[in-house]
């Protein structure tokens, strides 16, 4: 992360937006304000450089309640960037956990996106691309940087049991497998790798189903043939019965349905009915139900 930005900068190639997505928003900041500080030439880390401005919600101070970064901070932030610089040539505005902007802030951070001050910087730092204004993305440079690769991996394999339960429940037309499926996932606990590994099972399909739409052909698994078969069932339906389009919007809302869930105290059960509705009931699973 950091030789890219480095690189990027010393070729005067340097987007005014980036969108650093990251699995780790702690690590993440600590390595772009290594960046920040030797493109401002800054050598007291311990000292927050006057040119540079870092943005996150309140409550992570203390002294706030504020669950979101609200749209004064991001105006604050505009006002910022518009004055003259104190030491430097440039000024910088990090947000933090960028995720966390509500709405009005989302489109307050557009606008200045739309439009930047020159030789300003902004970067939003976040955890939960999926959730950001895709407004907002088409305006950034996309810098992605993992950490934690081997939990990610262990992750996707212990994803694999609860993507063929989803395929075998979405396959079935008897709505007791239904049932018990919806009862086991409602019954997850919040937060638990249950939970992440359902929500990632979901949104696995629905990237395969847009890559077979697009025409990109899977890898065929002939270690259990009866499953490959089942798998693909699903998919040809779901790519039959929506656009390209369609698809990447059912994407974006199932990742906004699991963001808001584990962040915003959104019901599981709630979260497991909508979810499956996408899943679903849109695609007329449910059609000859016995």
């Not at 955890?127 to 990610?152: M, P």
Request: charged letters at 20%; proline letters at 1%; one cysteine or more.
């Amino acid at each position: 992360m950091l030789n890219t930005l480095i690189k990027s900068w010393q070729n005067n190639i340097f987007a005014n937006a980036w969108i650093i997505n990251t699995d780790n928003s702690d690590k993440a900041l600590s390595i772009l304000l290594k960046f920040c500080n030797k493109i401002l030439n800054h050598h007291d880390d311990a000292v927050f450089h006057q040119d540079m401005i870092l943005v996150k919600r309140r409550s992570m101070n203390g002294n706030s309640n504020d669950k979101f970064i609200t749209v004064d901070q991001i105006r604050d932030m505009l006002f910022f960037l518009n004055k003259t610089p104190i030491k430097s040539a440039i000024k910088i505005a990090i947000i933090y956990e960028s995720e966390y902007m509500n709405i009005n802030s989302a489109n307050c951070c557009l606008k200045i996106l739309e439009d930047p001050p020159i030789n300003r910087y902004i970067f939003l730092i976040t955890t939960k691309f999926a959730s950001i204004l895709s407004t907002i993305k088409s305006r950034c440079h996309l810098l992605t940087q993992k950490f934690d690769h081997c939990n990610n991996t262990a992750l996707a394999a212990y994803s694999e049991v609860e993507y063929q339960n989803l395929i075998n429940m979405l396959n079935t037309k008897t709505t007791k497998i239904q049932l018990e499926f919806i009862q086991k996932i409602k019954s997850i606990q919040l937060n638990s790798q249950e939970w992440y590994k359902f929500g990632q099972a979901c949104m696995i399909l629905i990237v395969k189903s847009i890559r077979y739409k697009v025409g990109f052909k899977e890898a065929k698994d002939h270690s259990n043939n009866d499953c490959a078969i089942a798998e693909m069932r699903v998919i040809e339906k779901i790519s039959n019965t929506n656009s390209t389009e369609e698809l990447v919007q059912k994407y974006d809302k199932v990742s906004n349905i699991l963001y808001n869930t584990n962040n915003v105290d959104l019901d599981v059960g709630n979260a497991t009915l909508l979810i499956l509705s996408l899943m679903q009931n849109q695609l007329n699973f449910h059609e000859n139900n016995n």
